[in-house]
């Protein structure tokens, strides 16, 4: 078998790819990619010659068994996404889960990732934290998803488009109250990186008076008062009726 290595790419600064990523990159037999003109440009950059092959979520189904053929004929596969690290909201978690289902060796680069890379600078608790990724975009689900949140007292992160972040900003509310703290990380590791801090009133006054420019993730403080827990029964009910029947 070859192996599926998992490369990162930048999220912004092109000065953020490791150089084993680029020597990986350089000496598999093959690059998956999310976006092949994408990644051509970022080939282009570190002069790296190697063919790639288109690999996102409209062509899973067809490309995933030629993938695992390729690795299984003993071909060494580079799964790379457009920006940051593949499987986090992005293609390759079902070639991963393929390759481990089959004992194919899968060897994960370390490199860019827009959630951490925003949490270690957002001034709130790194730890514990709960990625989310990004909400739906469908109303309805949106709800449910924040109220299962709701009593989360950890910090939570999300990814959200900037065509959105204003309806976003307004669900978070809607579902956490907007006294919560929030940081709006805006465009990592580029020119106009920027931190905006406060509660998500500030956070929604910012976007209704700005033009929303850029990517953006959202780090959310944790529920600081948390809904207490309903009384638990003495013993689980399975010990209960155990000790009935003694
Ligand atoms: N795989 C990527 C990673 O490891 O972070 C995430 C890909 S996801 C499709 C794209 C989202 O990540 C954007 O909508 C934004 O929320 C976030 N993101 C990516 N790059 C960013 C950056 N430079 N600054 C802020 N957010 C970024």
């Known amino acids: 078998n070859g192996t599926l290595f998992l490369v990162p790419t930048p999220i912004g600064n092109l000065g953020d790819m490791s150089p084993r990523a680029v020597k990986t990159l350089q000496e598999v037999d093959l690059i998956a990619a999310e976006d092949t003109r994408n990644t051509q440009k970022l080939l282009n950059h570190f002069e790296i010659n190697t063919k790639q092959i288109s690999f996102h979520e409209y062509n899973t189904k067809e490309r995933l068994p030629q993938l695992v053929a390729k690795l299984q ?32 060796r899968v060897v994960p680069i370390p490199g860019p990732n827009a959630a951490l890379t925003a949490l270690i600078a957002s001034g709130l608790c790194p ?52 006294t919560r703290q929030i940081v709006l990380c805006r465009e990592l590791t580029k020119r ?49 009726v155990d000790l009935l029947i003694k």
């Open 73 to 104: 004929q003993g071909l060494d596969i580079a799964q790379v996404s457009d920006a940051g690290m593949p499987s986090i909201s992005d293609p390759g978690a079902e070639l991963v889960q393929a390759c481990v289902g089959r004992g194919i």
């Open 127 to 178: 730890q514990p934290f709960l990625f989310y990724g990004f909400l739906s975009r469908k109303n309805t689900e949106r709800k449910e998803q924040l109220q299962g949140l709701t009593q989360q007292t950890i910090s939570l992160i999300f990814y959200e488009a900037p065509h959105r972040l204003l309806k976003t900003l307004k669900s978070l509310g809607e579902a956490f109250g907007t």
């Open 192 to 240: 106009y990186e920027e931190f905006l801090r406060g509660t998500i009133a500030d956070a929604i006054e910012w976007a209704n008076d700005s033009e929303i420019k850029g990517e953006f993730v959202l780090i959310v403080e944790g529920n600081q008062a948390p809904l207490p827990e309903e009384p638990k029964a003495v013993l689980p009910l399975e010990e209960q």
